[in-house]
């Protein structure tokens, strides 16, 4: 009788074991997901960005812009669905078939647990510049520590530390924006704050350099997505939790846009850097001094921490919601019995990301993240044709354009933005897909558990 007790209790993963705590609001989701994208991740990425795009790193901006919206809202129709934890992973699973599910949610995991290891190394990079005789492998784990556990004892605590992480994230921003307006009106006038410069230079514009620099914005965008991974941990319904992935993506843009547009502005030679790693210091510096730069500085190195915080809750719930499945071991589905969060995904997820961080290059860093969240969106692009226009038939008047034509025109921007990633991501995302085809056949032939995403649903 125990082992049938066991048993059942093993198959009803809606047991309150196996069921987070909901402690979210939407204002919650939606600085969930400004932290995840980070306002001041256009200075970590601006040096990389602007030179890979020969100095348009607006354009590129808007470029990767445009694949985002038409994800975005594609997010916010499945999450409306099935507002459940695992996004892309759960929206393909029900939507297409759990196989292809799962191979969404392996190469969306790419990027998850690819994201703290970057946003730990830009922290401690940024972090070296005003603490220059401090080795990187310290510096990391002044990130790496307070993230896993603030993650550990709770969304409710991930959710204050986010606020005021914002806080500080915006304060940086205004700052930076109010110099720049003033050295540029000193040196040329009012009219100087308008100039196409910023945006366009008609003399180094190329279509390939733009798509390249277009496949570094994304990054930057790599988190709107993440709020509906939190949707059990959220109150609200799942419609809710789409438009909160929308409004978050939107107001990052805006301050995205205008950071890069002063930035250029500023510097619009992007060959003159003396660190790419580093160039928007030198900018910091140029507009405000050694002052403005260390304020700057620091705060981009402090809010690592509460991008890589919610990095890092998105990985665990994917990896939960993944364990929950039986697709991984289930290791990664235990809760914690008093914080109710995904204990062992979190410690998982800190190791991994530390090491991580020590050894993989920030140059290989930044094109193996962007290969997988592509594919994980072009698989929810997908999801909503194949659900909504072809299983549900949703095709009259404006469903026609929000269940065929935003779907395809997202799919087809972002598969356009991952061919121009380059050859070293392309191969490593071959070989993380390669494996994740492996686990899968495993699973299904030899260990002869079929996929059955979600039957606790």
């Known amino acids: 009788m125990n082992e049938v007790n066991s048993s059942a209790a093993v198959l009803q993963p809606e047991a309150s074991v196996q069921s987070l705590k909901k402690v979210l609001k939407t204002r919650d989701l939606v600085i969930f997901g400004m932290v995840f994208m980070a306002p001041v991740s256009a200075q970590t990425l601006f040096g990389e960005l602007t030179q890979l795009s020969n100095g348009h790193a607006v354009l590129s901006y808007l470029v990767g812009l445009i694949a985002m919206i038409f994800t975005a809202f594609c997010y916010g129709k499945m999450a409306g669905a099935f507002p459940a934890a695992g996004s892309t992973y759960s929206y393909t699973s029900q939507a297409i078939h759990p196989r292809l599910g799962f191979l969404a949610g392996w190469a969306i995991l790419l990027d998850y647990l690819l994201i703290p290891m970057l946003l730990y190394k830009i922290s401690a990079i940024f972090l070296m510049e005003l603490l220059p005789s401090a080795p990187l492998w310290i510096l990391l ?21 986010n606020l005021y992480m914002m806080l500080f994230m915006f304060f940086s921003l205004v700052l930076f924006i109010v110099f720049a307006a ?10 100087s704050l308008f100039s196409l410069q910023g945006i366009y230079n008609p003399d180094t514009f190329s279509m390939n350099a733009l798509i390249t620099g277009a496949s570094i914005a994304v990054l930057s ?24 992935a929308i409004f978050s993506l939107l107001i990052s843009s805006f301050f995205y846009i205008c950071q890069v547009y002063f930035a250029t502005l500023i510097m619009p030679d992007f060959t003159s850097f003396a660190s790419q790693e580093t160039a928007f210091f030198e900018i910091a510096a140029a507009v405000g001094g050694s002052g403005l730069a260390a304020v700057c500085t620091l705060i981009i190195a402090v809010s690592g921490i509460s991008t890589a915080l ?11 919601s993944m364990g929950k499945d039986r697709m991984l071991p289930q290791f990664f589905a235990r809760l914690h019995p008093k914080y109710r969060t995904p204990a062992n995904s979190i410690v998982a997820l800190a190791i991994a990301g530390y090491i991580g961080a020590v050894v993989i290059p920030l140059p290989v860093l930044f094109q ?9 969106f072009i698989c929810v692009n997908l999801s909503v044709m194949t659900e909504f226009y072809f299983r549900r038939r949703e095709r009259q008047g404006w469903l026609f354009v929000t269940n065929l034509l ?14 121009g990633i380059s050859p070293i991501g392309k191969l490593v995302g071959l070989i993380w897909l390669s494996l994740g085809l492996c686990l899968l056949t495993y699973t299904v032939k030899i260990a002869k558990r079929e996929v059955s995403a979600f039957n606790h649903l």
């Open 221 to 244: 965008y790599l988190g709107f997505d993440a709020v509906t991974t939190m949707a059990e941990d959220s109150k609200v319904t799942g419609k809710m939790v789409g438009r909160a």
């Open 182 to 191: 003033k050295s540029l009106v000193s040196a040329g006038g009012m009219t």
């Open 368 to 376: 193996l993240i962007v290969i997988g969240a592509l594919f994980g």
């Open 406 to 419: 935003f779907p395809l025109l997202g799919l087809f921007v972002c598969g356009y933005i991952l061919l």
């Open 141 to 161: 784990l002044l990130f790496v520590v307070p993230v896993t556990l603030s993650n550990y004892l709770g969304a409710q605590v991930t959710s204050r530390v």
């Open 310 to 320: 919610a990095g890092q809750a998105s990985s665990s719930r994917i990896l939960f």
